[in-house]
């Protein structure tokens, strides 16, 4: 009886190890994935909405400007992850003709609000109360971003947490 508790604690010894090693080994997804939509090289849809904490945003008025649209909600943990990177960003591009914007998605007004001010938003976030700014982009979870040129079209498609690296990449590749 002993042995085979012996043998059984040392077995399941051996499987929690061999998965730590695992989990340590392994190469996490540190950026978002580029990702194909109808909408690239396309004009953006519109967007014209609520910001919280009152104003109004529309893309139309950013342009000649890089827009970077972030679709994001405060249940979503990927957007716990990228949202001090979104801030970073906005900080460091806001004099350099580059727009960083969020959308609420399939959230509440109070959440998101709760969630701009923990996080320390340094951007502008919109409302899309029935998602009619997320069906138009054709975006299905957050975080999903965008990257618009200064014209106005939608030149990548981003799934997942981005980081500010990703974001300067990307952003100096649309510029040219």
Not at 32 to 43: C, D, F, Q, R, Y
């Amino acid at each position: 009886m002993k042995r085979t508790i012996m043998v059984t604690s040392l077995c399941a010894l051996v499987v929690v190890v061999a998965f730590s090693i695992f989990l340590g080994t392994r190469h996490p997804i540190t950026e978002a994935t580029n990702a194909p939509s109808p909408l690239l090289g396309k004009m953006a849809p519109a967007v014209k909405a609520e910001k919280i904490g009152g104003g109004t945003f529309s893309l139309k008025s950013e342009r000649g400007k890089v827009v970077v649209l972030n679709f994001w909600a405060s249940w979503c943990e990927p957007c716990v992850v990228e949202a001090p990177n979104l801030s970073t960003f906005a900080w460091q591009e806001r004099n350099k003709g580059v727009a960083v914007v969020g959308v609420v998605f399939n959230d509440t007004v109070s959440a998101a609000s709760a969630f701009a001010t923990h996080y320390g938003s340094l951007y502008p976030s919109v409302v899309d109360p029935g998602g009619a700014i997320a069906n138009r982009y054709g975006v299905t979870s957050p975080p999903t971003t965008y990257v618009i040129d200064a014209k106005g079209r939608v030149e990548v498609t981003l799934l997942g947490a981005v980081s500010v690296a990703q974001l300067e990449r990307v952003v100096k590749r649309v510029e040219r």
